[in-house]
Nanobody
Framework: VQLQASGGGLVQAGGSLRLSCAAS????????MGWFRQAPGKEREFVAA????????YYADSVKGRFTISRDNAKNTVYLQMNSLKPEDTAVYYC?????????????WGKGTQVTVSS
């Protein structure tokens, strides 16, 4: 499966962005999906994941209550709604697909999209 993330940009602290990740292939609905991010000088970290059906979601503590992951299997797309953004959310955001909706269950990775939050 091939993944393409989009929707990043520059936003002020407190603002919102919605990231999208379009997937190719007819088996999108069989994959769990996730979002990860990597800030300059830091390791990539887990942000959120969603099961293949969308019935289960998981979040990093740092984004819980502010970010929402969702998916539309008819459109082969997963979303990350980011609200109340903070400067520490600045990073390159990547979407991923895999067998498990977890930080360690991803097998396929897309190119990232830059999110910059100004203070």
């Amino acid at each position: 499966v091939q993944l393409q993330a989009s929707g990043g940009g520059l936003v002020q602290a407190g603002g919102s962005l919605r990231l999208s990740c379009a997937a190719s292939g007819r088996t999108f609905s069989s994959y769990a999906m996730g979002w990860f991010r990597q800030a300059p000088g830091k390791e990539r970290e887990f942000v959120a994941a969603i099961s293949w059906s969308g019935g289960s979601t998981y979040y990093a503590d740092s984004v819980k209550g502010r970010f929402t992951i969702s998916r539309d299997n008819a459109k082969n797309t997963v979303y990350l709604q980011m609200n109340s953004l903070k400067p520490e959310d600045t990073a390159v955001y990547y979407c991923a697909a895999g067998q498990l909706a977890s930080a360690y269950g991803m097998d396929y990775w897309g190119k990232g999209t830059q999110v910059t939050v100004s203070s």
